[in-house]
């Protein structure tokens, strides 16, 4: 469902899915498998290095991104307890609209918008702290 958000006019804005930080990607994609029935949907690796593994259950449209992230990465950090949600994923049509958008109305810039194959990307945090990446499909004509 995609719906317009009436207190950030222009924004586009639909609920994509969660990501959660893992510290053994092998042993967290085993347990969502065997234990919580899930079934791996895709996966990459981050230019940075990250490797990312998507799930979903068999008749849900959420989806569940699994994160890792090499020590050498930008956003690697030490882990602690309670600290795995990695950030909430929200589709947009524009992604530097959105995030300029988002800032205007109290959300803190993290990333800055970037391109990485078929998609552009940005986060921002919340007032909590939480993380917030907008993503984008970047039209075939202007793909660099």
Known sequence: MTARNPAVPGIVLKYFYTGIRVRNLDRSIQFYRKVMGMKVTRRGRMSHGGVWVELKSPDSEQRLELNWYPSDSKFFTRYRKGEELDHLAFRVRDVHQAFREIIANGAHPEVEPFKEDRYEFAFASDPDGIWIELIG???????E
């Open 137 to 143: 499909r970047i039209k075939a004509s202007t793909r």
